[in-house]
């Protein structure tokens, strides 16, 4: 927290996985590799999709439903706290530390239904969660500040 009280946006998980369709493996730290992804993430390569984002606040609107969810069970990479992500806008610059990632896209479809929206009849992921393209590389961590440069006009 700020000193005038704001909360400051935050890592609360970061989470990896080797395989397509299951939950993420959460880390203390990942690297981020410039125009790849996280290193050892099954979705990383040259491609606008190389990080996905989802707030603890849209999990906790699920756990709300009754799901025992934990963060990178919705195959997140970079579980956030107070920073609303779909307020943003393509092209918005998320900081952390001296890695920068891009906003490439807001929300994705679904062509299957998940496991999630299977037992809940929903899923918070393709509203709001979003996805990037790292700009510039470095070693994120749980409890990193980020920072949102908006766009320029």
Not at 36 to 45: A, Q, R, Y
Not at 47 to 54: A, D, K
């Amino acid at each position: 927290m700020t000193n005038d009280g704001t909360k400051v946006a935050k890592i609360v998980a970061l989470n990896i996985s080797k395989k397509k369709g299951i939950p993420k493996t959460n880390f203390d730290q990942v690297t981020l590799i410039k125009n790849f992804g996280i290193d050892g993430d099954i979705h990383t390569g040259n491609w606008h999709r190389q990080i996905s984002l989802l707030a603890i606040e849209s999990i906790e609107k699920m756990r709300n439903k009754g799901l025992n969810v934990r963060p990178g069970a919705f195959a997140e990479n970079i579980t956030t706290e107070f920073i609303n992500l779909t307020q943003l806008n393509l092209g918005n610059k998320i900081i952390i530390g001296e890695s920068v990632l891009e906003v490439t896209q807001i929300g994705k479809e679904c062509h299957t239904k998940c496991a999630i929206y299977y037992q809940a009849g929903d899923c918070v992921m393709p509203r709001e969660g979003i996805f990037a393209r790292v700009l510039k590389g470095g070693i994120i961590k749980v409890g990193d500040e980020m920072k949102i440069e908006s766009l320029s006009h």
